[in-house]
Each structure stands twice: as C-alpha cells, then as structure tokens.
Nanobody, 120 residues
C-alpha cells in the first residue's frame, strides 16, 4: 500500500502562509486515484481532527473543517500521486502536527506528520 510522506511544515508568523505536500510513495496509481485523501491535525493535548479532504475517482468532493474554511485549500495531483494543503492567513491556533491521510474501502493510511508552528 506504500507510504505517505509529508513535507513543508515549519515555523511561520501570524498571517503567513505555508504549503504542505504529501507524496504517496510505493502506491500504485490504480489505488491512489480512487482514494479519498487529505489532511488531519493534532495539537498538543487535543484529539486528531479533520482539516480537509478531497474525494477520488470521478468526483471531487471537498470537506473542510469550519476553522479553516476560506483560508486553507486542499488539492491533489493524481499523475504525481501527491496531495497538497495550501494554508493562508495562519493563526497560532493552527499550530499542530499535520498528518497526510488516505482512505480506500474503509481502510485508513497515515503519514508520520509534519509540525506547523505559528507564532504570534
């Protein structure tokens, strides 16, 4: 089933932007393309929560957490088997470890996570 490898995290000031990238290495195209993919995050002392997902196959259904609507945008590149999260107007409450996610037929797959820290 391969691995999910995140990159692009870091430290940014309030109001700044970051772009996270996730590569589905070792995953064949016929498995990646129909998968729902996206991002979750986990802040210290809190449960992991959905940030944004995008469906696969012939549809493009998006789901965003209310807290990020209008600021974050999820996208996918099936040819490169990559998932992206463009994060704008970042705030300290966005500080968390961000995890890449893939789901197919009820099975979830996770990356190792990348830290995003927003300073005030």
């Amino acid at each position: 089933q391969g691995r999910l490898e995140e990159s692009g995290g870091g430290l940014v000031q309030r109001g700044g932007s970051l772009r996270l990238s996730c590569a589905a290495t070792g995953t064949i195209t016929s498995v990646f393309n129909p998968s729902t993919v996206g991002w979750y995050r986990q802040a210290p002392g809190k449960d992991r929560e959905l940030v944004a997902t995008i469906s696969g196959g012939g549809s493009r259904n998006y789901a965003y957490a209310d807290a990020v609507k209008g600021r974050f945008m999820v996208s996918r590149d099936n040819a490169r088997k990559r998932v992206y999260l463009q994060m704008n107007d970042l705030a300290p409450e966005d500080t968390a470890v961000y995890y890449c996610y893939r789901n197919l037929d009820g099975r979830n797959f996770w990356g190792q996570g990348t830290q995003v820290t927003v300073s005030s």
